[in-house]
Nanobody, 126 residues
Framework: QLQLVESGGGVVQAGGSLRLSCAAS????????LGWFRQAPGKEREFVAG????????TYADSVKGRFTISRDNAKNTAHLEMNSLKPEDTADYYC???????????????????WGRGTQVTVYS
């Protein structure tokens, strides 16, 4: 079993930055593809970024490409989402998720992920 806990959310002005963290418990953390998703009020949960089990492959939603960076440290059972140049439309609850699979490709639909954190809220004001 893998448990995920997100942190680092907050309120920030447009153009600012936040760094989200995902802390995992469970010895299999390094054996999972990871993803960050977000869900804004009244909208469906959407893929933000994903990373392979070794961190060598990443993928991003077009809406965040060039602004967000996903990373992971398997030795510390943590993952991060560095968010720069934030926009009001980035406002959402952000979730860390783990795919049971270890092999590529990185999936971008929520149903492909087996473990989820409870989320951390990000609010960007203009």
């Amino acid at each position: 079993q893998l448990q995920l806990v997100e942190s680092g959310g907050g309120v920030v002005q447009a153009g600012g930055s936040l760094r989200l963290s995902c802390a995992a418990s469970g010895r299999t953390f390094g054996s999972h593809l990871l993803g960050w998703f977000r869900q804004a009020p009244g909208k469906e949960r959407e893929f933000v970024a994903g990373i392979s089990w070794r961190g060598g492959t990443t993928t991003y939603a077009d809406s965040v490409k060039g602004r967000f960076t996903i990373s992971r440290d398997n030795a510390k059972n943590t993952a991060h989402l560095e968010m720069n140049s934030l926009k009001p439309e980035d406002t959402a609850d952000y979730y860390c998720a783990a795919d049971r699979r270890i092999s590529l490709p990185i999936m971008t639909t929520p149903r492909n992920y087996d473990y989820w954190g409870r989320g951390t809220q990000v609010t960007v004001y203009s």
